[in-house]
Antibody
Framework: QLNESGPGLVKPSETLSLTCSVA??????????WGWIRQSPGKGLEWVAS???????SYNPSLASRVTMSRDTSKNQFSLRLSSVTAADTAVYFC????????????WGRGALVTVSS | EVVLTQSPGTLSLSPGESATLSCRAS???????LAWYQQKPGQAPRLLIY???SRAAGIPDRFSGSGSGTDFTLTIIRVEPEDFAVYYC?????????FGPGTTVDIK
């Protein structure tokens, strides 16, 4: 099970921070892969970032200058930080994972709506 | 960068009919890294198909995937009421994910 948490409202130019708590699997266990995908209201899915069991990260090139994904294996959590947010970053943010492949995600959180507004 | 195009944008069907959804890549890709998801309103996406043709755990066998190169297909045989949703294809390459824009399957 994956569960997103974090502020639902962020001011423009500030930093969006979300955490995904994982139950039922160790985020650092071999061959586990984790990610963040977002969905703007009424729009499609957009990949944001991924992290592997070894801690290596990859980012959507269009967001790379503002995104940081990290993990805390002691808490079995991984996190997303997106800086200098604008209204265009308003979206439902899903955390996701898979225990076999880096190429798709079988496990998903319910999503967290983050609104960027003053 | 691979761009995925899905067609049709919307498919209107009656329960019991079959659905054929297309996902086309802007360049030839390996089917090993092609997946399909289903998303219903207010819910997270659900993995249906991975590696182009393998069904994910718990997915009914009325869902099947096929294709290679630039053209991939998701087929739903005898659509059930719970299958009306948006379907996305997704590709993975060099640590980057790309999603298609989605096909909406709605009730005629």
């Amino acid at each position: 099970q994956l569960n997103e948490s974090g502020p639902g409202l962020v001011k423009p130019s500030e930093t969006l921070s979300l955490t995904c708590s994982v139950a039922g699997g160790s985020i650092g266990a071999y061959n586990y892969y984790w990610g963040w995908i977002r969905q703007s209201p009424g729009k499609g899915l957009e990949w944001v970032a991924s992290i592997s069991y070894s801690g290596s990260t990859s980012y959507n090139p269009s967001l790379a200058s503002r995104v940081t994904m990290s993990r805390d294996t002691s808490k079995n959590q991984f996190s997303l930080r997106l800086s200098s947010v604008t209204a265009a970053d308003t979206a439902v943010y899903f955390c996701s994972g898979d225990e076999y492949s880096a190429s798709w995600y079988a496990y998903w959180g319910r999503g967290a709506l983050v609104t960027v507004s003053s | 960068e691979v761009v995925l195009t899905q067609s049709p944008g919307t498919l209107s069907l009656s329960p019991g009919e079959s659905a054929t959804l297309s996902c086309r890549a802007s360049q030839s890709v390996s089917g090993t890294y092609l997946a399909w998801y289903q998303q219903k309103p207010g819910q997270a996406p659900r993995l249906l198909i991975y590696a182009a043709s393998s069904r994910a755990a718990g997915i009914p066998d009325r869902f099947s995937g096929s294709g290679s190169g630039t053209d991939f297909t998701l087929t739903i045989i005898r659509v059930e009421p719970e299958d009306f949703a948006v379907y996305y294809c997704q590709h993975y390459d060099s640590s980057l994910f790309t999603f298609g824009p989605g096909t909406t399957v709605d009730i005629k």
